[in-house]
């Protein structure tokens, strides 16, 4: 039986093609583990087709990380509105993100961040684009309860503090689901909400 042919990709496809082979890979084993030949074979391509693309691994784990974070960003301003009403505002349709994306990319992004934390010596460009998600996340979850108490929506509490329990307790849902084999984030995030809504109603 003749093999089938190749679907010739136009270099954007194909690009993407790459970075989605490398998130699902990375998000399996630690980034540096895995190797150019690694994501060749997962991507069906020959490895000197990745260094046309990419200078190397560690342009593309980069080009990897910020794509994610992208998408994760993306996908929560494009839900702001469905949540304007919500008492929890932002930071509902931030959760929302969270609980849409888990099954297909946010897991793998959240195990790439944590073992880039994990290392000894780390990538400069990795970090600042790890510790710009974790302020973008901060400053929503500050902004939105600053707003809440303002308009007397919200009780009194200490915004920095409340943000940061809620950025560790996101993360800490991913990290449980991986560790304990338990698939629950959406319930998880579900009862976050209904933490942070009774710590909140005034």
């Given at each position: ?10 270099p ?19 980034f ?53 009403a ?29 073992d ?42 200490a ?44």
């Amino acid at each position: 039986m003749a093999k089938a042919a190749r679907q010739r990709l136009v270099p954007e496809q194909r690009i993407e093609m790459i970075l989605d082979a490398t998130l699902s890979l990375v998000g399996t084993s630690h980034f540096s583990v895995v190797t150019m030949r690694d994501i060749a074979l997962a991507c069906d391509v020959n490895v000197a087709l990745l260094y046309h693309y990419f200078s190397g691994k560690d342009q593309l784990i980069r080009a990897v990380l910020a794509r994610a974070l992208g998408q994760v960003t993306d996908d929560y301003e494009s839900r702001r509105d469905q949540h304007r009403a919500d008492f929890l505002g932002d930071i509902a349709a931030w959760f929302a993100t969270h609980q849409a994306m888990a099954p297909t990319m946010m897991s793998r992004m959240v195990k790439l961040m944590s073992d880039q934390a994990a290392q000894p010596i780390k990538d400069p460009e990795l970090e600042t684009l790890v510790q710009g998600f974790y302020r973008f996340e901060s400053n929503l979850i500050v902004s939105t309860l600053e707003a809440g108490m303002a308009a007397g929506q919200y009780r009194e509490v200490a915004s920095d503090k409340l943000a940061r329990f809620v950025g560790l307790h996101l993360d800490g849902i991913f990290h449980a689901a991986e560790s304990r084999g338990e698939l629950r984030i959406a319930e998880d995030i579900e009862e976050l909400r209904g933490l942070l809504t009774r710590q909140l109603e005034p």
